[in-house]
T-cell receptor, first 115, second 109 residues
């Protein structure tokens, strides 16, 4: 149990285009989902916290207009990188927390390359 | 803001040697979590510690929460090649967890 999927697993896009990444909790309902960014050999940097049915809470320094987050249901959250630039290339990982539980279950991540 | 630091940043050990990573928080924590991320993979939850001075074991892994609840450690006895990866601690912030800087473990066969 407690499986989180992400789609796509990797994507290459051209500078200036937008990319949508989906995060799904497959066998549980996630009231809270988190979006992280991870650069090679570095720690996880929390970008935003997404609660179902409400606006996401963005961390300081993360542009909300550039990284659009939608948590439309208890099993799906999406991250859209708008007008992507090469510096947005990174590994994006989502995690989901079921109900009142304290564990986070991570998705497999999406590797974004912007050319 | 709240910071969670880990040392060492990297550790190379011979297979069979022990390994320890230390996690230090700038603030007192109500609990602490540990995760393992294999190369190319995603973090996987290992354990949560809640009580001051708590020690928990999972096979060859021993987790400890400091008395002051500001630090924690993960000790692996007799490392194996399957232990390779990055170990992160994470402490609770406001409605989120702050991940530590991580310790990357390499095990040489």
């Amino acid at each position: 149990g407690a499986v989180v999927s992400q789609h796509p697993s990797w994507v290459i896009c051209k500078s200036g285009t937008s990319v949508k990444i989906e995060c799904r909790s497959l066998d549980f309902q996630a009231t809270t989902m988190f979006w992280y960014r991870q650069f090679p050999k570095q720690s996880l940097m929390l970008m935003a916290t997404s609660n179902e049915g409400s606006k996401a809470t963005y961390e300081q320094g993360v542009e909300k207009d550039k990284f659009l987050i939608n948590h439309a249901s208890l099993t799906l959250s999406t991250l859209t990188v708008t007008s992507a630039h090469p510096e947005d290339s990174s590994f994006y990982i989502c995690s989901a927390r079921p109900g009142q539980g304290y564990e986070q279950y991570f998705g497999p991540g999406t590797r974004l390359t912007v050319t | 803001g709240q910071q969670v630091m880990q040392i060492p940043q990297y550790q190379h050990v011979q297979e069979g040697e022990d390994f320890t990573t230390y996690c230090n928080s700038s603030t007192t924590l109500s609990n602490i979590q540990w995760y393992k991320q294999r190369p190319g993979g995603h973090p996987v939850f290992l354990i949560q510690l809640v009580k001051s001075g708590e020690v928990k074991k999972q096979k060859r892994l021993t987790f400890q929460f400091g008395e002051a609840k500001k630090n924690s450690s993960l000790h692996i006895t007799a490392t194996q090649t399957t232990d390779v990866g990055t170990y992160f601690c994470a402490g609770p912030g406001t409605y989120k967890y702050i991940f530590g800087t991580g310790t990357r473990l390499k095990v040489l066969a």
